[in-house]
């Protein structure tokens, strides 16, 4: 992976992860569009990218951080079945289900999902005051689909807070607040797992990365708190299904797009 390629994939992070659309989703798809193997490295850096993301939501919104212990346990309480199921399944939906055509099936049946909650909880007035642990544990569980490449896991847990009442705003914001751990966790086990086939030359492409993933969150999530307010998730809904069914159709004409 060269450079350039580890910072168009640091800005696909940086743009898709805070928004419903599937960061991974679009990193697999981008790897495939530009040639890169999927190799150890290749995966580790996919997941260690977070960490500039994380770092975006905690600049953004570093006094939520310190308002209450209550916020704590939920985030903990909203960790817990993604942390077990990450645990138990991560080797097995890495080995089987990390390829384009899968993601890109997952984008469109996101997408149609994604419209359909915005259609019909589009009134819900929930605000964080109403956020309990039974609720935090729900989206929690919404928040484990996201295991699965391609479903979204800001999708997912945006998805889970409005079926749970909340309104757009107050769903986005937790789901970010959510991603602090979840993400961190991932990135830590991932560098934990496999850092033996870190080499010098990959400090580098990852410092680099995580910057340009840090400064493009940053605006991404400004954008996207505010266009969610005004708008709603149909754009994105639509955006997926359509990018789905361009790499669906690529795959049935016979397109390749992985690089054995």
């Known amino acids: 992976m060269s450079i350039w390629q580890a910072i168009i994939l640091a800005i696909i992070e940086g743009l898709t992860e805070f ?16 040639g890169i193997k999927p190799d150890e490295f290749t995966k580790m850096f996919t997941v ?5 993301a994380i770092l975006s939501v ?13 916020f704590y346990f939920q985030l903990l309480v909203a960790f817990i079945p993604t942390m077990v199921l990450g645990l138990l399944l991560d080797d ?16 469109v049946l996101g997408g149609i999902v994604l419209l359909f909650v915005d259609s019909q909880f589009r009134n819900a007035n929930g605000n964080e005051e109403d956020i309990s642990y039974k609720k935090s544990a729900m989206i929690g569980f919404f928040q484990s689909l996201a295991m699965f490449p391609g479903v979204s896991r800001s999708a997912a847990t945006i998805i889970g807070g409005q079926l749970q009442g909340l309104n757009r705003k107050t769903a986005a914001e937790f789901s970010f607040f959510l991603a602090v751990p979840t993400m961190f966790a991932a990135s830590a086990y991932k560098v934990l797992k496999g850092y033996e086939v870190l080499t010098p030359a990959h400090i580098p492409v990852i410092v680099i990365g995580n910057i340009v993933a840090l400064i493009v969150a940053l605006l991404s999530i400004k954008f996207f708190i505010n266009y969610l307010t ?5 754009i994105f809904g639509y955006y997926r299904i359509v990018l789905g069914l361009v790499f669906i159709g690529a795959y049935l004409f016979g397109i390749e797009l992985t690089i054995d």
Request: charged share 15%; aromatic share 16%.
């Open 48 to 52: 260690v990218l977070n960490f500039g």
């Open 19 to 34: 928004l419903p659309v599937s960061s991974t989703g679009h990193m697999v798809l981008a790897e495939a569009v530009m």
């Open 58 to 70: 905690l600049v953004l919104y570093f006094k939520r951080f310190f308002k209450s212990f209550k």
């Open 230 to 234: 005004k708008y709603g998730f149909k």
């Open 92 to 107: 097995y939906i890495e080995m089987v289900l990390g390829s384009p055509i899968t993601v890109a099936i997952n984008l």
